[in-house]
């Protein structure tokens, strides 16, 4: 069975100070692996992901994520954070075994930028 | 349209009672998932379609949920005998095949 734990519920940063929000991850078979966003009373925004290739992906807003094979880890960072960063995030990863596979998501780890 | 549209975008009903909450995916995302994401809280899956396979239904907290997807596009999520803790916003998202899903806006249920 496949699952995601973000293992923080809430993270606070300094605005101008790099940010990490942590995820780790059970599948079978190759991970696809996402971040997405959410704002207060907002949708799920897709923020970048890792299907094949180098392990440091790049997405929205300046934001990348490194993903770790023997670690099992996928974890959101950004080098310099702003207070518009301050939002709900998820990490999510589905089987590449099968397209039968469905997106499982973490619980959601509160980002909040002080300025 | 562009995104993934849901409706109605608010809905408040008695308990008891049955509602239809109604998802237009994106054209020609073959993929179609519900979830259910209580006050500030994580994602629940609830049921994934793909295609013409059979929909995997493994996230359905009772059978009074269920979940239909008429032509491979549009699709429906029914709740029937509404309960308070059924009370949640419901989101919709769509892709393709494998890719990343794109969420709509939600559905707020309330029952009161």
Redesign the interface.
């Given at each position: 069975a496949q699952s995601v734990a973000q293992p923080e519920d809430q993270v606070n940063v300094a605005e101008g100070n790099p940010l990490t929000v942590k995820c780790t991850y059970s599948v079978s078979g190759n991970p696809?692996l996402?971040w997405?966003v959410q704002y207060p009373n907002?949708?799920?925004?897709?923020l970048l992901?890792y299907?094949t290739g180098d392990n440091l992906v790049k997405g929205s807003y300046g934001f990348e994520a490194e993903f770790n094979k023997s670690q099992t880890s996928f974890h959101l960072k950004k080098p310099s954070a702003l207070v518009s960063d301050s939002a709900?995030y998820?990490c999510a990863v589905?089987s590449?075994y099968s397209?039968?596979?469905?997106?499982?998501?973490?619980?959601?780890t509160r980002l909040s930028i002080r300025p | 349209g562009a995104g993934v549209s849901q409706s109605p975008s608010n809905k408040v009903t008695e308990k008891g009672k049955d509602v239809e909450l109604r998802c237009d995916p994106i054209s020609g995302h073959t993929a179609l998932y519900w979830y259910r994401q209580s006050l500030g809280q994580g994602l629940e899956f609830l049921i994934y379609f793909q295609g013409n396979s059979a929909p995997d239904k493994s996230g359905l907290p009772s059978d009074r949920f269920s979940a239909e997807r008429t032509g491979g596009s549009v699709s429906t999520l029914t709740i029937q005998r509404t309960q308070q803790e059924d009370s949640a916003v419901y989101l919709c998202a769509s892709s393709l095949r494998i890719t990343e899903a794109f969420f709509g806006q939600g559905t707020r249920l309330t029952v009161v």
């Open positions: 696809y996402f997405y907002r949708g799920l925004q897709f992901k299907i709900l998820f589905r590449g397209s039968a596979s469905k997106i499982i998501f973490g619980s959601g | -």
